[in-house]
Protein backbone atom coordinates (compact mmCIF):
# COMPACT_ATOMS: atom_id res chain seq x y z
CA UNK A 1 0.00 0.00 0.00
CA UNK A 2 1.61 3.24 -1.32
CA UNK A 3 0.66 6.35 1.32
CA UNK A 4 0.30 10.08 0.27
CA UNK A 5 0.48 12.61 2.90
CA UNK A 6 -1.74 15.82 1.80
CA UNK A 7 -2.49 13.75 -1.56
CA UNK A 8 -3.11 16.69 -4.30
CA UNK A 9 -5.98 18.00 -4.57
CA UNK A 10 -7.12 16.10 -8.20
CA UNK A 11 -6.23 12.87 -6.74
CA UNK A 12 -8.14 13.63 -3.88
CA UNK A 13 -11.21 15.76 -5.50
CA UNK A 14 -11.56 12.50 -8.11
CA UNK A 15 -11.95 10.50 -5.14
CA UNK A 16 -14.99 12.55 -3.57
CA UNK A 17 -16.81 13.36 -6.91
CA UNK A 18 -16.79 9.04 -7.69
CA UNK A 19 -18.26 7.77 -4.46
CA UNK A 20 -21.28 7.58 -3.27
CA UNK A 21 -20.66 7.88 0.18
CA UNK A 22 -18.60 11.33 0.18
CA UNK A 23 -20.80 13.97 1.15
CA UNK A 24 -19.32 18.11 1.27
CA UNK A 25 -17.00 17.86 4.29
CA UNK A 26 -15.43 14.85 2.47
CA UNK A 27 -14.06 17.58 0.01
CA UNK A 28 -11.45 19.49 -0.79
CA UNK A 29 -13.20 22.62 -0.91
CA UNK A 30 -14.82 22.32 2.83
CA UNK A 31 -10.90 21.63 4.06
CA UNK A 32 -9.69 24.82 2.27
CA UNK A 33 -12.22 26.96 3.38
CA UNK A 34 -11.91 25.78 7.15
CA UNK A 35 -8.20 26.32 6.97
CA UNK A 36 -8.70 29.34 5.20
CA UNK A 37 -10.86 31.01 8.58
CA UNK A 38 -8.54 29.42 11.33
CA UNK A 39 -5.17 29.75 10.67
CA UNK A 40 -4.32 27.04 13.53
CA UNK A 41 -5.81 24.82 11.51
CA UNK A 42 -4.25 22.50 8.81
CA UNK A 43 -5.07 19.59 5.77
CA UNK A 44 -3.81 16.35 6.92
CA UNK A 45 -5.74 14.50 4.56
CA UNK A 46 -4.14 10.84 4.02
CA UNK A 47 -4.16 9.46 0.44
CA UNK A 48 -3.77 5.50 0.35
CA UNK A 49 -2.76 3.74 -3.02
CA UNK A 50 -3.47 -0.66 -2.77
CA UNK A 51 -2.12 -3.01 -4.67
CA UNK A 52 -4.44 -3.07 -7.26
CA UNK A 53 -4.06 0.87 -8.45
CA UNK A 54 -7.52 1.53 -6.74
CA UNK A 55 -7.39 4.60 -4.60
CA UNK A 56 -8.70 5.97 -1.14
CA UNK A 57 -8.79 9.00 0.98
CA UNK A 58 -9.27 9.53 4.77
CA UNK A 59 -9.83 13.41 5.04
CA UNK A 60 -8.09 15.33 7.86
CA UNK A 61 -8.03 18.51 9.75
CA UNK A 62 -4.93 18.86 12.27
CA UNK A 63 -5.34 20.99 15.08
CA UNK A 64 -2.47 23.20 16.30
CA UNK A 65 -2.21 23.80 20.04
CA UNK A 66 -4.35 26.59 21.29
CA UNK A 67 -7.10 25.93 18.67
CA UNK A 68 -10.76 25.58 19.51
CA UNK A 69 -9.79 21.96 19.84
CA UNK A 70 -6.94 21.91 21.76
CA UNK A 71 -3.72 19.77 22.27
CA UNK A 72 -0.79 18.40 20.16
CA UNK A 73 -1.11 16.16 17.31
CA UNK A 74 -4.87 16.07 17.02
CA UNK A 75 -6.39 14.96 13.88
CA UNK A 76 -10.01 15.35 13.42
CA UNK A 77 -12.15 14.20 10.32
CA UNK A 78 -14.11 16.12 10.17
CA UNK A 79 -14.92 19.25 11.69
CA UNK A 80 -18.10 21.31 12.74
CA UNK A 81 -20.42 19.00 12.65
CA UNK A 82 -19.35 17.29 9.63
CA UNK A 83 -18.77 13.79 8.84
CA UNK A 84 -15.40 12.22 8.24
CA UNK A 85 -14.31 8.82 7.25
CA UNK A 86 -12.86 6.56 4.17
CA UNK A 87 -13.41 7.47 0.81
CA UNK A 88 -12.88 4.77 -1.87
CA UNK A 89 -12.96 4.40 -5.61
CA UNK A 90 -14.27 1.33 -4.85
CA UNK A 91 -15.61 -1.31 -1.74
CA UNK A 92 -11.94 -1.70 0.66
CA UNK A 93 -11.74 -5.20 2.49
CA UNK A 94 -11.33 -5.41 5.55
CA UNK A 95 -8.01 -6.52 5.57
CA UNK A 96 -7.69 -2.94 3.60
CA UNK A 97 -9.30 -1.26 6.37
CA UNK A 98 -7.05 -2.45 8.82
CA UNK A 99 -3.99 -1.23 7.19
CA UNK A 100 -5.28 2.43 7.13
CA UNK A 101 -6.11 2.72 10.26
CA UNK A 102 -2.71 0.87 11.42
CA UNK A 103 -1.00 3.98 9.42
CA UNK A 104 -3.52 6.06 11.35
CA UNK A 105 -2.56 4.66 14.76
CA UNK A 106 1.18 5.11 13.75
CA UNK A 107 0.89 8.57 13.80
CA UNK A 108 1.49 9.25 17.62
CA UNK A 109 -1.65 11.30 17.35
CA UNK A 110 -5.06 11.67 18.99
CA UNK A 111 -7.83 11.21 16.35
CA UNK A 112 -11.56 12.07 16.09
CA UNK A 113 -14.06 10.61 13.68
CA UNK A 114 -17.32 11.66 13.22
CA UNK A 115 -18.94 8.91 11.58
CA UNK A 116 -20.63 9.02 7.84
CA UNK A 117 -24.39 7.77 8.05
CA UNK A 118 -23.82 7.32 4.12
CA UNK A 119 -21.04 5.32 4.25
CA UNK A 120 -20.71 1.40 5.21
CA UNK A 121 -17.59 1.36 6.71
CA UNK A 122 -17.45 1.19 10.95
CA UNK A 123 -14.72 3.02 13.13
CA UNK A 124 -12.56 -0.07 14.19
CA UNK A 125 -13.17 -1.10 18.37
CA UNK A 126 -10.01 0.38 19.09
CA UNK A 127 -11.65 3.62 18.93
CA UNK A 128 -14.11 5.00 21.94
CA UNK A 129 -17.02 4.70 20.11
CA UNK A 130 -20.40 6.94 20.13
CA UNK A 131 -23.53 6.34 19.09
CA UNK A 132 -25.31 9.46 17.53
CA UNK A 133 -28.05 9.67 14.90
CA UNK A 134 -29.22 11.88 12.12
CA UNK A 135 -32.64 12.47 10.39
CA UNK A 136 -32.64 11.80 6.30
CA UNK A 137 -35.58 12.82 3.95
CA UNK A 138 -35.63 10.43 1.09
CA UNK A 139 -36.21 12.49 -2.48
CA UNK A 140 -36.49 9.45 -4.76
CA UNK A 141 -40.40 10.92 -4.75
CA UNK A 142 -42.69 13.41 -5.96
CA UNK A 143 -43.31 17.11 -4.31
CA UNK A 144 -46.85 15.59 -3.88
CA UNK A 145 -45.63 12.27 -1.59
CA UNK A 146 -43.26 14.45 0.52
CA UNK A 147 -46.32 16.57 1.15
CA UNK A 148 -47.94 13.99 2.04
CA UNK A 149 -45.42 12.51 4.29
CA UNK A 150 -45.40 15.84 6.51
CA UNK A 151 -47.14 15.93 9.57
CA UNK A 152 -50.70 17.77 10.09
CA UNK A 153 -49.27 20.66 12.06
CA UNK A 154 -46.05 20.56 9.81
CA UNK A 155 -48.86 21.60 6.59
CA UNK A 156 -50.57 23.61 9.22
CA UNK A 157 -47.47 25.74 10.03
CA UNK A 158 -46.87 25.92 6.26
CA UNK A 159 -50.36 27.30 5.95
CA UNK A 160 -49.60 29.54 8.51
CA UNK A 161 -45.92 30.80 7.12
CA UNK A 162 -47.90 31.46 3.63
CA UNK A 163 -50.55 33.34 5.13
CA UNK A 164 -48.24 35.78 7.30
CA UNK A 165 -46.20 36.57 4.27
CA UNK A 166 -42.92 34.69 4.83
CA UNK A 167 -40.58 35.20 1.07
CA UNK A 168 -38.31 32.75 0.68
CA UNK A 169 -34.81 33.03 -1.41
CA UNK A 170 -31.25 32.46 -1.49
CA UNK A 171 -28.50 35.09 -0.52
CA UNK A 172 -27.00 36.75 -3.04
CA UNK A 173 -24.42 39.11 -1.40
CA UNK A 174 -22.23 39.88 1.14
CA UNK A 175 -24.46 42.63 2.63
CA UNK A 176 -27.37 39.01 3.05
CA UNK A 177 -24.65 36.85 4.97
CA UNK A 178 -23.75 39.86 7.14
CA UNK A 179 -27.70 40.26 7.93
CA UNK A 180 -27.59 36.20 8.21
CA UNK A 181 -24.80 36.56 10.73
CA UNK A 182 -27.11 39.14 12.88
CA UNK A 183 -29.38 36.64 12.99
CA UNK A 184 -27.47 34.18 14.59
CA UNK A 185 -25.93 36.28 16.72
CA UNK A 186 -29.19 37.07 18.37
CA UNK A 187 -29.95 33.27 18.52
CA UNK A 188 -26.33 32.84 19.94
CA UNK A 189 -27.82 35.50 22.95
CA UNK A 190 -31.32 33.20 22.91
CA UNK A 191 -28.60 30.02 23.51
CA UNK A 192 -27.13 31.99 26.46
CA UNK A 193 -24.34 29.72 28.66
CA UNK A 194 -25.68 26.56 26.84
CA UNK A 195 -23.52 27.87 24.01
CA UNK A 196 -20.33 25.87 23.29
CA UNK A 197 -18.54 27.40 20.94
CA UNK A 198 -19.36 30.57 18.28
CA UNK A 199 -18.70 30.67 14.63
CA UNK A 200 -16.94 33.70 13.07
CA UNK A 201 -18.47 35.89 10.59
CA UNK A 202 -15.29 34.99 7.92
CA UNK A 203 -16.63 31.48 8.03
CA UNK A 204 -20.21 32.84 6.15
CA UNK A 205 -18.45 34.84 4.14
CA UNK A 206 -15.99 32.27 3.31
CA UNK A 207 -18.31 29.87 2.59
CA UNK A 208 -20.21 32.14 0.26
CA UNK A 209 -17.65 33.48 -2.06
CA UNK A 210 -15.30 30.41 -2.68
CA UNK A 211 -18.28 26.94 -2.48
CA UNK A 212 -19.94 27.93 -5.31
CA UNK A 213 -22.59 26.16 -6.54
CA UNK A 214 -21.51 23.74 -3.51
CA UNK A 215 -23.48 26.03 -1.01
CA UNK A 216 -26.06 28.33 -0.17
CA UNK A 217 -27.32 30.33 2.12
CA UNK A 218 -31.12 30.28 1.77
CA UNK A 219 -33.39 33.32 3.41
CA UNK A 220 -36.78 33.78 5.08
CA UNK A 221 -37.69 37.40 5.16
CA UNK A 222 -40.81 38.98 5.93
CA UNK A 223 -41.65 42.71 4.67
CA UNK A 224 -38.05 42.64 3.75
CA UNK A 225 -36.20 41.96 6.93
CA UNK A 226 -34.56 38.28 7.09
CA UNK A 227 -35.91 36.51 9.78
CA UNK A 228 -34.29 33.04 9.14
CA UNK A 229 -31.88 31.38 7.46
CA UNK A 230 -30.27 28.09 6.55
CA UNK A 231 -26.49 27.19 4.93
CA UNK A 232 -26.94 24.03 2.85
CA UNK A 233 -24.01 21.94 1.15
CA UNK A 234 -24.80 20.22 -2.22
CA UNK A 235 -22.55 17.43 -2.89
CA UNK A 236 -22.90 14.14 -5.44
CA UNK A 237 -26.22 12.82 -3.75
CA UNK A 238 -26.64 14.69 -0.33
CA UNK A 239 -28.09 18.04 0.02
CA UNK A 240 -27.14 18.55 3.64
CA UNK A 241 -28.84 20.98 6.21
CA UNK A 242 -25.53 22.42 8.12
CA UNK A 243 -26.22 25.75 10.00
CA UNK A 244 -29.45 27.33 10.74
CA UNK A 245 -30.34 30.72 12.95
CA UNK A 246 -33.32 32.61 13.30
CA UNK A 247 -34.71 35.44 14.88
CA UNK A 248 -37.15 34.76 18.23
CA UNK A 249 -39.81 37.40 17.58
CA UNK A 250 -40.72 35.97 14.64
CA UNK A 251 -41.25 32.31 15.71
CA UNK A 252 -45.53 32.43 15.60
CA UNK A 253 -44.75 33.01 11.37
CA UNK A 254 -42.76 29.77 11.07
CA UNK A 255 -40.53 30.58 8.76
CA UNK A 256 -38.29 27.65 8.77
CA UNK A 257 -41.38 25.05 7.64
CA UNK A 258 -41.55 26.97 4.44
CA UNK A 259 -37.90 27.27 4.61
CA UNK A 260 -37.15 23.74 4.65
CA UNK A 261 -39.91 22.81 2.45
CA UNK A 262 -38.72 25.28 -0.04
CA UNK A 263 -35.15 23.84 0.32
CA UNK A 264 -36.55 20.26 -0.33
CA UNK A 265 -38.84 21.35 -3.23
CA UNK A 266 -35.22 22.61 -5.23
CA UNK A 267 -33.25 19.41 -4.49
CA UNK A 268 -36.17 17.55 -6.12
CA UNK A 269 -36.17 19.14 -9.06
CA UNK A 270 -32.11 18.85 -8.60
CA UNK A 271 -32.07 15.21 -8.94
CA UNK A 272 -30.51 14.72 -5.25
CA UNK A 273 -31.34 11.54 -3.55
CA UNK A 274 -31.30 12.61 0.18
CA UNK A 275 -32.02 15.27 2.09
CA UNK A 276 -29.74 15.27 5.34
CA UNK A 277 -31.45 17.37 8.29
CA UNK A 278 -27.89 16.21 10.36
CA UNK A 279 -27.92 15.44 14.07
CA UNK A 280 -30.17 17.02 16.69
CA UNK A 281 -27.46 17.29 19.49
CA UNK A 282 -29.78 15.97 21.95
CA UNK A 283 -32.60 17.83 21.49
CA UNK A 284 -35.95 17.21 21.27
CA UNK A 285 -37.30 19.84 20.09
CA UNK A 286 -35.21 19.75 17.30
CA UNK A 287 -36.12 15.69 16.95
CA UNK A 288 -39.50 16.62 16.28
CA UNK A 289 -39.13 19.23 13.98
CA UNK A 290 -37.54 17.07 11.80
CA UNK A 291 -39.65 14.05 12.20
CA UNK A 292 -42.56 16.55 10.76
CA UNK A 293 -41.18 16.29 7.26
CA UNK A 294 -41.17 12.59 7.50
CA UNK A 295 -37.60 12.22 7.92
CA UNK A 296 -35.84 8.96 8.73
CA UNK A 297 -33.75 8.17 11.77
CA UNK A 298 -30.60 6.82 10.47
CA UNK A 299 -28.04 6.11 13.41
CA UNK A 300 -24.05 6.16 12.69
CA UNK A 301 -20.93 5.29 15.01
CA UNK A 302 -18.23 8.55 15.71
CA UNK A 303 -14.65 6.95 17.43
CA UNK A 304 -11.76 8.66 19.16
CA UNK A 305 -8.22 7.66 19.75
CA UNK A 306 -6.58 8.97 22.38
CA UNK A 307 -2.70 8.82 21.68
CA UNK A 308 -0.70 8.34 24.81
CA UNK A 309 2.91 8.14 24.79
CA UNK A 310 4.68 4.78 25.77
CA UNK A 311 1.59 3.01 24.77
CA UNK A 312 2.29 -0.13 22.54
CA UNK A 313 1.28 -0.07 18.68
CA UNK A 314 -1.83 -2.21 18.51
CA UNK A 315 -1.59 -5.21 16.53
Known amino acids: MIIKLWPDVPFWEELVKKSPDSTFFHSPLWHEIVTLTYRDYSIATRGFEFDDGSKAVFPFIQTREGGILKGKGRLKSSVFGGYGGIIAERVLTAQEQQAVYAHLLSLKASISIDGNPFSSYAVPQTFTLKKDFTHVVALNTTEENVYKRLSRGAKSNLNQALKKGINIRRAHTERDVACYVGVYQDTLKRWGAATLFTYPEALFQNIFKRAGDAAQLWLAEKNGTIISGAIIFYWNRVVSYWHGASLKDYFDCYPNNLLHMEII???????????????????????????????????????????????????
Open 265 to 315: KDALRRGYRYYDLGPSGGQQGVVRFKQSFGAERIEFLSGHWKHRWGRKKDS
